[in-house]
């Protein structure tokens, strides 16, 4: 036995047992399966709303967890910057400049550069990376 939800032409919903689905349509078809609101017997499955709420929940989880590993990543490198490279801050251009034309020791450097330093740097055919920056955590 099945349990299925129905509704008639009406919208009144309602449940009602079968053997099987195909046991359902075959009564459908022959008139058998009422309304017992109205006693329509235009009636069909309804759609199944709980399932619908169901996955858009299970996306929403997925998303988050998306982010959260993106979150960790990128605090990851953060975390391995600031420990292996000098912060050099706004110089960030500068200093790489001198690193690269020898003027300073070769250092790993991290800082912040503009838009402008950093399409000169790459016209200069200085290597450098980006990474999102995270904003400390305030405590
Ligand atoms: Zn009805």
């Known amino acids: ?9 009406a919208d009144h919903p309602f449940e009602g047992w079968f053997p099987d689905s195909k046991a359902f349509e075959r009564q459908r078809r022959k ?10 017997s235009e009636v069909e499955k309804a759609l199944m709303a709980p399932n ?9 989880g997925r998303a988050e967890q998306t982010k959260a590993a993106v979150m960790a990543a990128l605090t990851q ?21 001198k690193i690269h034309y020898g003027e300073v020791e070769k250092r790993d450097i991290y800082g912040e550069a503009s838009d402008d330093d950093a399409r000169e740097l790459e016209e ?6 980006r990474i999102p920056w995270l904003p400390r955590a305030e405590h």
């Open 1 to 9: 036995m099945i349990l299925l939800d129905l509704k008639c032409s």
């Open 52 to 60: 619908v709420t169901t996955s858009k929940r299970k996306d929403a």
């Open 77 to 97: 490198v953060r975390e391995h910057v600031e420990s292996n490279c000098d912060y050099v801050g706004p110089e960030f251009a500068e200093e790489a400049r």
């Open 124 to 129: 200069e055919g200085i290597e450098f990376g």
């Open 31 to 40: 008139g058998e399966v009422l309304c017992p609101v109205c006693g329509s």
